[in-house]
C-alpha cells in the first residue's frame, strides 16, 4: 500500500505526473540542475520511464529506455539555442485518463501524457511555453531586421564615391562599430533566462 501510495505520489504510474517542488530533490534531473548559475526548475513531469524538467534557462529530458531499466539518457535544450515553437495542449475527453502538452524545440518535438486531475496546473506550463515561443519568435524578427540594417549601410558605403584612404578608414569604424552593435543587439534580441516568465504563470 506504502509502496503504491510512494509510486503515485512522485509520478511512477505510466501516465505522467506534476511533481511538486517539495519532491525536486527526490527526482534524477534535480542532479543535472547547474545551480551554480543560479538555475532552478520550474515545472516538472516524472513518468515510470521519463522525466521532463522545465527551469529558468533549459529544458531538460531524462530519459529512460524503458520503465524496468536504469539506464538513463540525459537530454539537455537551453531556449537560447533550441527555439520552443507549436505549443499545444489537448485536453481530456470523457473516457480519457490523460491530457497531453506538445511542443517542439528546434527540431525535436515532445508529447507528454499527464493525469488528467492536474490539468489547472498543466494550463500553467501550457501559457509559460506558449509566451516564451512568442518571446524567442519576437526576438528573433526584431534581430533579423537589425542585421538587415547593418547590411545596407555596409552596401551604402561600398557604393559612395570616395577615395581608397577614406574607404578603408570609413571601413575600419563601420567594422568595429557593427561588431560593436551586433553584439549588443544579439545580448538585447538572444534572451537566455525566463525566470519571470515562469514565475509570472506557474508561481503566480
Known amino acids: 500500500m506504502l509502496k503504491k501510495f510512494a509510486s503515485e505520489a512522485l509520478g511512477l504510474s505510466d501516465i505522467g505526473k506534476i511533481i511538486g517542488p ?10 543535472y540542475i547547474r545551480h551554480e548559475d543560479n538555475e532552478r526548475i520550474y515545472f516538472l513531469i516524472k513518468t515510470k520511464a521519463d522525466e521532463y524538467c522545465f527551469t529558468n534557462i533549459a529544458f531538460i529530458h531524462v530519459d529512460g529506455e524503458n520503465a ?3 539506464k538513463r539518457l540525459l537530454k539537455r535544450y537551453p531556449y537560447s539555442q533550441f527555439k520552443i515553437s507549436n505549443v ?9 485518463l490523460d491530457i497531453e502538452i506538445k511542443f517542439t524545440l528546434g527540431n525535436q518535438t515532445y508529447n507528454i501524457d499527464v ?9 500553467d506550463l501550457y501559457k509559460a511555453l506558449v509566451y516564451i515561443s512568442e518571446v524567442i519568435h519576437d526576438n528573433s524578427v526584431k534581430y533579423d531586421m537589425a542585421m538587415e540594417s547593418l547590411d545596407k549601410a555596409v552596401s551604402v558605403l561600398h557604393n559612395s564615391r570616395v577615395s581608397d584612404i577614406q574607404l578603408a578608414d570609413q571601413y575600419k569604424q563601420l567594422t568595429e ?10 545580448e538585447q534580441y538572444h ?3 525566463f525566470g519571470a516568465v515562469f514565475e509570472k504563470y506557474i508561481n503566480n
Open 115 to 123: 493525469d488528467k486531475k492536474q490539468i489547472n496546473k498543466l494550463n
Open 88 to 96: 499545444f495542449l489537448e485536453t481530456a475527453g470523457r473516457v480519457d
Open 191 to 193: 534572451e537566455k533566462d
Open 22 to 31: 517539495e519532491d525536486y530533490d527526490k527526482t534524477d534531473a534535480d542532479d
Open 68 to 70: 524496468i531499466s536504469s
Open 177 to 186: 562599430f557593427g561588431f560593436s552593435w551586433m553584439k549588443s543587439a544579439r
